[in-house]
């Protein structure tokens, strides 16, 4: 799971300080075995431009879960709780 942020991006913090919080969300993580990055675009990265460029997107926030195979799955840009685990759910 990617987190394309910037420090900047109010709906990024907002996001952080609730959905990607959330303890019920964060076992879930952990009892997938998903690895959490974040992409930090705060000062535009060129590296990280090139990978929001490589999933169809060209700013922040955006939320994509990589599964073992096949294409990313984007997520919406204001995130909720029930949006991630059913994303989850669907790997």
Do not use: H, M
């Not at 990617?2 to 019920?24: E, F, H, I, M, P």
């Amino acid at each position: 799971f990617v987190d394309y942020t910037a420090a900047w991006c109010v709906t990024c913090q907002y996001n952080k300080g609730t959905t990607l919080s959330d303890a019920r969300l964060l076992d879930r993580f952990a009892a997938k075995g998903v690895v959490l990055l974040r992409a930090d675009w705060t000062r535009r990265d060129p590296a990280v431009s090139a990978a929001l460029a490589a999933i169809g997107r060209n700013g922040v926030p955006t939320y994509a879960l990589y599964p073992s195979r096949g294409q990313p799955r984007l997520l919406p840009e204001i995130l909720n709780v029930d949006k991630v685990l059913g994303a989850l759910d669907s790997l």
